[in-house]
């Protein structure tokens, strides 16, 4: 935290948490250094850094002065000591959950991930013999029941990509307490601005800052949000080991992108809702998967840990696969993307785009079906969001 101006308001430590411009010869904005290493004031100074013995700037895998800035900015956003940058999502999933696992260990997690993050446990899974299942967690009852001795770490998504399923953050974290297995949350979905996961108890949050951290479709990137000590290990680690870190420009962007958060993300869940409603009352719409739809099985949740529902509506068809690629292809504004959180609306069908790693069987118990479309709502006039839209269901 700055001393001088010190931030306690969400929206200022968007913009002024972690970075003092007074150490920077009074650049507004933080400077990018854009360099792969430091030099060392004398041999026994290189010596002191890498033996742990002294702080500093050693080699831009090891860490860097604007990924520094941009850590300590998503640690205090997200409630918790430390942060640690990464090249992507996937990077920062794999690092925690290799870091966390070891041969003959076991993961639970919630009823739906992201299909690399299932792609990645079923590598570990065949590769490393690091088990993992699926569970619904509704209930505690439900969720010691899915504990298992070699259970290590519990991982959970929610709302869940791409159904909207929400789990109840703050039960899992209990569990998890009484049980002593670390909750890790990926918390994309909702940023930091909707959704604390550390503050309701949990231990880990993920993000693939690539969404709504940067919020201009401009950048590759992943954080994570934790406990100082357990970070710093993971840093010393499978982050310098594998190496899927960040570079400084990213990071640089990503810290440009937060200063509008607040004010993106209001209006992502403004439009939002409108749309939502707008699809709730379409005669061709099957089912609707929003969090702020009082009719949601899970809206209590939704209004129990996160601030507004969200940018994002899942939502199927009747008719079939076919059904939802015409409505796709007849869209003249929104875009056909894999992606979520830009300023631009973005549609995909996760059975054949995000998802489709995942086994047809697997798939459908996690509730997608052939029908199902995630919309990421953009930032542009609602209206027209909505009359495209219409016209595209007027197609099928």
Same mark, same amino acid.
């Given at each position: 935290?700055?001393?001088?101006?010190?931030?306690?308001?969400?929206?200022?430590?968007?913009?002024?948490?972690?970075?003092?411009?007074?150490?920077? *010869?009074?650049?507004?904005?933080?400077?990018?250094?854009?360099? %792969?290493?430091?030099?060392?004031?004398?041999? &026994?100074?290189?010596?002191?850094?890498?033996?742990?013995?002294?702080?500093?700037?050693?080699?831009?895998?090891?860490? =860097?002065?604007?990924?520094?800035?941009?850590?300590?900015?998503?640690?205090?956003?997200?409630? *918790?000591?430390?942060?640690?940058?990464?090249?992507?999502? @996937?990077?920062?999933?794999? /690092? $925690?959950?290799?870091?966390?696992?070891?041969?003959?260990?076991?993961?639970?997690? %919630?009823?739906?991930?992201?299909?690399?993050?299932?792609?990645?446990? &079923?590598?570990?899974?065949?590769?490393?013999?690091?088990?993992?299942?699926?569970?619904?967690?509704?209930?505690?009852?439900?969720?010691?029941? /899915?504990?298992?001795?070699?259970?290590?770490? $519990?991982?959970?998504?929610?709302? $869940? =990509?791409?159904? @909207?399923?929400?789990?109840?953050?703050?039960?899992?974290?209990?569990?998890?307490?009484?049980?002593?297995?670390?909750?890790?949350?990926?918390?994309?979905?909702? +940023?930091?601005?909707?959704?604390?996961?550390?503050?309701?108890?949990?231990?880990?949050?993920?993000?693939?800052?690539?969404?709504?951290?940067?919020?201009?479709?401009?950048?590759?990137?992943?954080? /994570?949000? *934790?406990?100082?000590?357990?970070?710093?290990?993971?840093?010393?680690?499978?982050?310098?080991?594998?190496?899927?870190?960040?570079?400084?420009?990213?990071?640089?962007?990503?810290?440009?992108?937060?200063?509008?958060?607040?004010?993106? @993300?209001? #209006?992502?869940?403004? =439009?939002?809702? #409108?749309?939502?409603?707008?699809?709730?009352?379409?005669?061709?719409?099957?089912?609707?998967?929003?969090?702020?739809?009082?009719?949601?099985?899970?809206?209590? $949740?939704?209004?129990?840990?996160?601030?507004?529902?969200?940018?994002?509506?899942?939502?199927?068809?009747? *008719?079939?696969?076919?059904?939802?690629?015409?409505?796709?292809?007849?869209?003249?504004?929104?875009?056909?993307?894999? +992606?979520?959180?830009?300023?631009?609306?973005?549609?995909?069908?996760?059975?054949?785009?995000?998802?489709?790693?995942?086994?047809?069987? +697997? #798939?459908?118990? @996690?509730?997608?079906?052939?029908?199902?479309?995630?919309?990421?709502?953009?930032?542009?006039?609602?209206?027209?969001?909505?009359?495209?839209?219409?016209?595209?269901?007027?197609?099928?």
């Amino acid at each position: 935290m700055n001393e001088k101006h010190p931030t306690t308001q969400f929206e200022t430590k968007l913009i002024h948490e972690g970075y003092e411009s007074d150490k920077y *010869g009074g650049s507004l904005a933080p400077p990018i250094f854009q360099t %792969s290493t430091f030099t060392f004031e004398t041999a &026994e100074q290189g010596a002191r850094r890498f033996a742990g013995e002294e702080d500093g700037y050693i080699y831009s895998r090891l860490g =860097n002065p604007t990924v520094t800035m941009l850590e300590e900015r998503m640690a205090a956003l997200e409630g *918790g000591e430390a942060a640690l940058a990464f090249g992507s999502g @996937m990077a920062a999933v794999s /690092a $925690i959950l290799l870091g966390l696992t070891k041969t003959g260990d076991h993961i639970l997690c %919630s009823q739906g991930v992201y299909g690399c993050t299932f792609g990645l446990l &079923e590598m570990m899974q065949e590769k490393y013999k690091i088990g993992h299942d699926f569970s619904a967690m509704e209930t505690k009852e439900q969720l010691l029941q /899915a504990i298992r001795p070699e259970t290590v770490c $519990i991982y959970v998504e929610s709302p $869940i =990509n791409p159904t @909207m399923k929400l789990v109840d953050l703050q039960m899992v974290a209990e569990v998890g307490k009484e049980k002593g297995i670390p909750v890790v949350v990926d918390n994309t979905f909702c +940023s930091p601005y909707l959704q604390q996961p550390i503050m309701l108890g949990c231990d880990v949050v993920i993000h693939s800052a690539t969404k709504y951290i940067c919020g201009h479709g401009d950048v590759i990137a992943g954080m /994570a949000v *934790g406990k100082k000590d357990f970070l710093g290990k993971i840093a010393m680690t499978t982050q310098k080991d594998i190496g899927g870190v960040m570079s400084p420009f990213d990071a640089w962007l990503l810290l440009r992108g937060l200063k509008s958060l607040a004010v993106r @993300m209001d #209006r992502h869940c403004e =439009n939002a809702e #409108r749309i939502a409603s707008f699809l709730l009352e379409h005669p061709k719409v099957e089912k609707v998967y929003f969090p702020g739809d009082e009719r949601n099985a899970d809206y209590a $949740i939704a209004q129990k840990q996160m601030k507004k529902p969200g940018g994002l509506i899942s939502f199927s068809l009747k *008719g079939k696969k076919e059904t939802a690629q015409v409505l796709m292809n007849e869209l003249k504004l929104i875009k056909i993307a894999v +992606s979520l959180g830009d300023a631009e609306t973005l549609i995909q069908h996760p059975a054949t785009m995000t998802h489709a790693v995942v086994p047809k069987e +697997s #798939r459908e118990k @996690m509730g997608i079906d052939d029908t199902l479309l995630r919309l990421s709502v953009g930032l542009e006039s609602w209206e027209d969001i909505r009359n495209d839209l219409e016209q595209a269901l007027s197609k099928i």
